[in-house]
C-alpha cells in the first residue's frame, strides 16, 4: 500500500494487489488488479450515463476485454452484439479490446466501427441483436471516454443489468470457451442508407422540399455525425458545414465556446436561417438564431417544446425533473401534457417509448428524443425536424423565443460524501410535509398554488449535491437557492463532524 494513500470502510482489496501512493479507493470498492496510474478505485464501474473514466489510465485496454467479457457474460453463448464508437484512435483502441473480450465468453459481434451514436440505436432493433456498446469522447469531459450499452431496442440498459454486469466484473465470473465457440465478427453493408430511409419515414418531405433554407452546421471536428449535409440537400435545403474535418483529440470547452461565437458570425455573415453545433457524436446540439445569439440549455428545451407542441397541440412531452417550468407554462397553452422523469438517459428513453402519444422527449442539455423514429436523443433528426416545423408555422427562431414564458431557473453544486448522500435525503424528506415533495429523482419541494419549486438532485458519478431553485420571480429563486444551500451545507457538516467523533 503506497503512502498517502486512503481506504474506505468494507472495501475489499484482493492480496497480491497493489496500490501505488497517493490513491483513494471508495467504501465499498472491491480492487481486484493493481491501482497505478488511476486516482481513484470506483466502488461502482457505472456511473449517471454508462461507463466512464479518462482515457488510456482508467480506461485501458486491459480494463475493457474484462468488461467485454462480464458484459459478454451476461448474455447467452451466441448472442449477438452490436458494437460502434466515435472516430477517434483512442475509441478505436478501446473497441477493439472490448470485442475481444466479448468474442472471448462466446458472443457474435456486428461491428458498425466508427458510427454516430443514433445510426447504432436504430440499426440495433433491425439487426435483430441482443444489445449493443458504444464508445466515444465524454460529451462533457475531453479527456474522458464514455461506453454505454443498450437492450435490443437501442435504448441504455436499465439498473438491474448494471448491475449484473459489475457483478460479473467485480467477482471476475467471467465465461470461457473452447476455440470452436469463440464469437464471430460481422460488419453489416448499407448503414447510411438504413438511417436516411427510416429518417425520410419520419419527416414531411414536401414541407422540407418548399422551406429554402440556409442553415449553417459546426461539427466542432467530431465527424462520425456528418451525414447531415446530404440529406438536408436531398430536401432542398442550402447547408454550409463548418469545422467538418478530422480530429483525434476532443475541443476543450473554451474552444467550442470560441468556436460557438464564429457559427454565429457565419450565420449572420451568409443571412442562414438558422445555425447549429452538433456535438456528443450527433446527439446533441447549440442553435444560433438569424441574429447569431446562441439558444442553448433551458431556452433550447423550451423552444423545441413550444414548437413541438405548436405542431402537435394535445400531444405528451418527456423531460428530466430538473427542467424549468416553462414546459408546463407552455404545455397549459396547447393543451399538451408533461411526464417528468429521473434525471438520466435512461429514463427518459424509456418514458418516451413506453407512454402513449408522446412527440418529444429530453433537454437542451442531453438531447432530443422523438420515440417515433428510435428510442435514443438525435440531433441530426431534430434539426430536420425544427426546420420543417418552422417551415410549417411561417416563424422564425428569434419569433419563437420572444413567446416563451420568462421563467427564472438557477441552479448551484454542493460537495457531498457519498456516505452522507442518504441520509441527507432522508433528512429532506422528514423535514417537510409530504404534500410539499415530488420525489421522482432526489427531493423535490413545491408549491401547489404556482410553479415555485426547489430540487435537491444528488449527483450519480461524483460526490456532489445539486440545487435547483424555479420560479417566475427572480428574488424567489435567489433566496431559496441561498436557503437549501446553507441547509445542505450545515446538514453535511454535521454529519461529518459525528463521522470523525465516532
Known sequence: MGALSTIGEEAQISSGVRVWPSKRIESGAILNINLIWGNIAHRNLFGQRGVTGLANIDITPEFAVKLGAAYGSTLKLGSQVVVSRDQRSVSRMVSRSLIAGLMSVGINIQNLEATAIPITRILTPKLGVTGGVHLRAHPDRPDHILIEFFDEQGINIAKSKEKKIEGAYFKEDLRRVGISEIGDMSYPAQIIENYRNTFETQLNVEALRHSGSKIVIDYVYGVSGAILPQLLTKFGCDAVVLNASLRQTSVSNEEREALLHQLGQVVEAVTANLGVQ??????????????????????????????????????????PVEVSSAVEQIARRHDGKVIRTKANPTALMEASQTNPNVSLGGSGDMGFIFPQLHPGFDAMFGIAKLIEMLTIQERSLAQIRAELPRVCHKSYSVRCPWKVKGSLMRYLVETHFPEQLKLIDGVKVVNSQNDNWVLILPDAGEPLVHIFANSDDREWVDMSLKDYRQKVQSFIEQEQGEMVSM
Do not use: C, H, K, W
Open 278 to 319: 452538433v456535438s456528443a457524436n450527433g446527439e446533441q446540439f447549440i442553435l444560433v438564431d438569424e441574429s447569431g445569439l446562441p439558444i442553448r440549455g433551458e431556452l433550447l428545451t423550451a423552444l423545441m417544446v413550444n414548437t413541438i407542441f405548436t405542431a402537435y397541440p394535445r400531444s405528451t412531452v418527456v423531460v
